[in-house]
Nanobody, 120 residues
Framework: QVQLVESGGGLVQPGGSLRLSCAASGSIFSTYARGWYRQAPGKQRELVAAITSGGSTNYADSVKGRFTISRDNAKNTVNLQMNSLKIEDTAVYYC??????????????WGQGTQVTVSS
């Protein structure tokens, strides 16, 4: 079992910045990818950004140039730096981990979500 604990959400004005962090714990054998998703009220959950074990990154078009995903392998943490935030970035943000566990099987885990509200 893997636990993902998110932190860093909150209320920010348009144009402001927030940094989300997600710490993973558990018997992870290896990691395929880590990512951040978000879900706004009345909308489907969508990919925001992801980073593979090789360091390749992928971003939603709506956040390119404003958000940056990074990882700290030593701390088993993935971060999402969010700059130039817009009202439409308001959502619950979920951390995701695509991993191989000690049984060598592939699993996907989700964090509990952290609220990001962009409002003046």
């Amino acid at each position: 079992q893997v636990q993902l604990v998110e932190s860093g959400g909150g209320l920010v004005q348009p144009g402001g910045s927030l940094r989300l962090s997600c710490a993973a714990s558990g018997s992870i054998f290896s990691t395929y990818a880590r990512g951040w998703y978000r879900q706004a009220p009345g909308k489907q959950r969508e990919l925001v950004a992801a980073i593979t074990s090789g360091g390749s990154t992928n971003y939603a078009d709506s956040v390119k140039g404003r958000f940056t995903i990074s990882r700290d392998n030593a701390k088993n943490t993935v971060n999402l730096q969010m700059n130039s935030l817009k009202i439409e970035d308001t959502a619950v943000y979920y951390c995701n981990a695509d991993v191989r566990m000690a049984d060598l099987r592939r699993y996907t885990y989700w964090g509990q979500g952290t609220q990001v509200t962009v409002s003046s």
